[in-house]
């Protein structure tokens, strides 16, 4: 990743994050079955899967959709520039730049 973690440390983040975050939203919002224990605690095996899965899957999506995200803001300020400058000597070019002043009658 772009962080500098490897792909073990991002797995042991977002899976401590997953697990963790499920966690204290089962305690604070108050889970039915929290008397039987946390739901990764009564069936790790799936959770442990899902969070480990989704942290392998973002730790390689994600710099390549950080890539696709600067790529598409690069095009729209090159379009801004070139249609402003186009814009600019059109309007130059045509004398039009006083024209767009309002005053009063």
Known sequence: G?????????SLVGCVAALGGGTVN??????SKLRQGV?????PTTSLLV?????????????QWCHYRAEQRL???QEV???GSYYEWTIAFLGWG????????
């Open 2 to 10: 772009e962080a500098g973690f490897h792909i073990i440390g991002c």
């Open 26 to 31: 089962s305690l604070m919002f108050g889970d």
């Open 39 to 43: 739901s990764w605690v009564r069936d």
């Open 51 to 63: 969070a480990l899965a989704a942290s392998v899957f973002t730790f390689f999506a994600w710099p």
């Open 75 to 77: 095009a729209k300020i």
């Open 81 to 83: 520039v070139i249609m």
């Open 98 to 105: 006083n024209h767009h002043a309002i005053t009063k009658s």
